[in-house]
């Protein structure tokens, strides 16, 4: 996969790109990184890259006739390829008027060969770039941030981290909070002990079996691969009714989960 990263800021991308499975998978020939300075693209002395907009209002606005030129010059496909779906490939604008980012999402822009992000700053972009350049535009959360910079970090590593070769055990990817297998879709299954399937993951512990006076849950300890499962099954449930609720709606859920999350409901009533 190729990432073009379109910025007034390439040096931010210093810290992140060079880190963790973002540096690995760019050191495996998985994934090349490229950042593009917009000032590089205009035209007189003060390298101008905004302007006020049309009708006043608060703020600056991204001009359009630098990010025309910087996506004409990297190559990417024409807009009208990439909506039929003749390449894999897509241009982002990052905003926080976009589509929240999900990780299903996130497996859908890991299946592609290219992805341009542009990194929105000051009061928003020009909207011709958003109706004829961009492909869509995502946001990481319901809150606003000064720029795009950090939005498309954090969809890097999520994107690149599902590559094949990226992660170490790729079977780690599936039992991870939000994801949903299909091999999984029996959540009652006894082929997995481990499998989040929509929900968000179960807890770890790891040695020593007891700190300081708290201890391992003895199911962990016992070595019964279903009594393991079903304890993580109802924590990973327990955790997901109390941070995240909204979840539960798309998840699959078996006759075990609802019986285990009525009680749950009970027990938070009383």
Known sequence: MKADIVTIFPDFFRGPLEHGIT??????????????????YTHDRHRTVDDRPFGGGEGMVLKPEPLFECLESVGIAPRKERLAGQVKESVILLSAQGQRFTQGLAAELALLDRIVFVCGRYEGVDERVTDYLADREISIGDYVLSGGEMAAAVIIEAVIRLLPGAVGNEASTQQESFTVDAKLKNPSGADSTCGSNGLLDYPHYTRPADFRGMSVPEALMSGNHEEIRRWRRRRALEKTWRNRPDLLEGAALSEEDKKVLAGIRKMESS
Request: proline share 0%; charged share 35%.
């Open 23 to 40: 540096r690995r998978a760019q050191e495996l020939g998985l994934a090349t990184i490229q950042v593009h300075d917009l000032r590089e």
